[in-house]
C-alpha cells in the first residue's frame, strides 16, 4: 500500500488520523481497523505507533498530515539573482573556472557548480585536440614506422614513446618522444 518512494499517501495519513480520533487514540484498533479497510491481510506493513503518532500532532499543529518543512536556515544558494550572477559572470568569462567565478560572485565553489549544472545547465568537459590524418599523412606515417624497423636489429627490441604536451596557445613540447632501439 506505499507508493514508489515508500512513504504513505495522503489518503492512508488522513484516514489513520481520522480513525485514531474515533477510536479514542488507540493505535492498534486504528491499525487493525486500517487493514480491515484497504484490505490488507494481517502480515501487511502497516505504519507503527511513532509514526502514526507523529501524523496526529503534525495535524494538530499545521491542519495536515503530510511532513512537516524543515525549520532550517532557508537555502539562499540558489535564488534568481545568484542564478543570474553566475551565468552573466560565466558569459562575461567563459574560460573563468568555477572556483574563480566564485569568488567573482561571493559564493561557495560548489553552489556555484550546482548552479551551472542544475540551473544553467552547463556541464564539465575537458578539451581534446585531436587531428584529423589525411591520407597523406597517414602514408608518411607508415612508412617512417616501416623504416625505423628495417634500422632495428633482427633480434633487437624496439621502445618508442609518444608523449608530447600541447599548449593551448599551439605549440606542441615533443621533448618526451623517444625512439630507441636496444640490440
Partial sequence: MKNVLGNWTVKHRVFVVEALIKNNGSVI???KYFCTHFGLDRHAPVSDRITILLWVANFGAT???LKRK???RPRNARTPENIYG???SV??????SAVKNASVVHSLDRNVRRILQADLKFHPYKMMVVQELSKRVWENCKSCCNDI??????N??????????FNLCGTVNKQNVR????P
Avoid at 179 to 182: I, N, R, T, W
Fill in 29 to 31: 484498533v486504528t491499525q
Fill in 63 to 65: 491542519g495536515s498530515a
Fill in 70 to 72: 524543515h525549520p532550517g
Fill in 86 to 88: 553566475v551565468g552573466e
Fill in 91 to 96: 558569459l562575461r568569462s567563459p574560460k573563468r
Fill in 149 to 154: 624497423l628495417q634500422n632495428v636489429p633482427e
Fill in 156 to 165: 633487437g627490441v624496439l621502445i618508442t614513446s609518444d608523449e608530447a604536451h
Fill in 179 to 182: 625512439h630507441s632501439a636496444v
